[in-house]
């Protein structure tokens, strides 16, 4: 720019830069084509009221002119569908890509919404969020019901789901919620058969490593008392399961060690504590496969042979875990996934159901007869 006497300024002549072209809409792709604006429509949401030769035209068209196609929040509101499934979980988000069982369930429930050409929207519903959050974070969720993934009775995110009267499928727990659909399994009977297995080869003196029983954070020893009246009844089966097997075998002492969190680390302080604090304990059952590999972890970093010194199970059937041929309960997660996935795509009011899904005992390098330590 140049400044003049007199003050004036001149400004030399910049070329402008193109208009910037307006995006297309559904109205101008159907002027363009000279078609209806529901022809258009139908060539995306209901292809089989067109022609294909008269689909491609349009479609082609919509490309060369920069048509994104409907916009599905336009057509949410339309509709009151969002074509969305919620999946809540009682931990942060990375729990559902970390935790090998939590894995294969999310995608059993990603193929349910494949074949039904749903989206599946994960809300994390960690212990820590009060119940003001929960409710924000619940009524955000653009979704047409919610899977709901093993969560405590009380958990403020469940509360907060079915106060929004959408449809709701739970996996394994709570229990008995009214107006809703349940899928889960046997995890007491399963535990029973397990733990007869471990009697029969012997063990008078079991520890048993279990996860979170309650909302509070305890990393300890604990007694039986809270292990039966925790408020989260697949722990809390499991745990009773081995509980009443040794009752009825006689003679059979069991120590319990609680952790608040669900990871090898956890399972293997775990075992540390329990084999220190009694020293005859010839067997862990671990309530998950994951705390049964730190508990395999421990005993090999601490030169306890396994199976012959001291036995191992665990639960659920996780990929690692057969590999190192862990004696476990093996469960159908993927299938869990997919029929909660499946039950709430065709949820009605009027057919509500509990389907309860089969395990079985799988593996058996990890327990032995018992020989003392």
Do not use: W
């Amino acid at each position: 720019m140049l400044v003049l006497a007199h003050g004036y300024r001149y400004r030399p002549h910049m070329p402008r830069s193109p208009r910037p072209r307006r995006r297309a809409t559904l109205a101008s792709l159907a002027a363009e084509l000279k078609v209806s604006r529901t022809t258009v429509s139908n060539a995306y949401n209901r292809p089989d009221q067109l022609s294909p030769e008269l689909r491609e035209r349009v479609l082609a068209a919509a490309k060369e002119l920069g048509y994104p196609g409907p916009d599905p929040v336009a057509r949410s509101l339309r509709t009151r569908k969002a074509d969305t499934i919620g999946l809540l979980l009682d931990q942060p988000l990375s729990y559902s890509f970390r935790d090998p069982a939590a894995v294969e369930f999310v995608a059993g429930l990603a193929d349910a919404c494949d074949a039904a050409g749903k989206s599946l929207l994960i809300v994390p519903a960690g212990p820590e969020r009060d119940a003001e959050q929960a409710a924000a974070a619940v009524q955000r969720a653009g979704v047409d019901g919610f899977v709901v993934y093993s969560v405590a009775a009380d958990d403020p995110y469940l509360s907060a789901a079915l106060e929004r009267q959408l449809p709701v499928v739970i996996c394994d727990q709570p229990l008995d919620v009214p107006g809703t659909s349940r899928v889960g399994i046997d995890d007491y009977g399963a535990m029973h058969a397990l733990a007869g297995a471990v009697l029969s080869a012997g063990h008078t003196r079991i520890g048993i490593i279990c996860m979170r029983l309650g909302l509070d954070d305890r990393n300890e020893l604990v007694g039986r008392e809270r292990a039966e009246t925790a408020p989260l009844p697949v722990q809390s089966a499991r745990i009773r399961a081995i509980l009443d097997a040794a009752d009825a075998a006689g003679n059979v002492s069991v120590s319990i060690s609680e952790r608040s969190v669900h990871s090898r680390d956890a399972g293997y302080s775990a075992a540390g504590e329990l084999l220190s604090e009694d020293t005859s304990i010839t067997a862990l059952m671990c309530t998950t496969d994951v705390l049964a590999l730190g508990a395999l972890t421990y005993a090999r970093d601490n030169g306890i042979s396994v199976p012959a010194a001291l036995s191992v199970t665990g639960f659920d059937g996780i990929p690692e875990g057969k590999r190192a041929g862990l004696a476990t309960v093996a469960q159908p997660s993927a299938l869990k996934g997919r029929r909660a996935g499946e039950l709430l795509i065709s949820y009605s009011p009027d057919r509500l159901t509990v389907e309860m899904l089969p395990t079985m005992l799988s593996g058996a390098a990890t327990l032995g007869p018992s020989r003392g330590r």
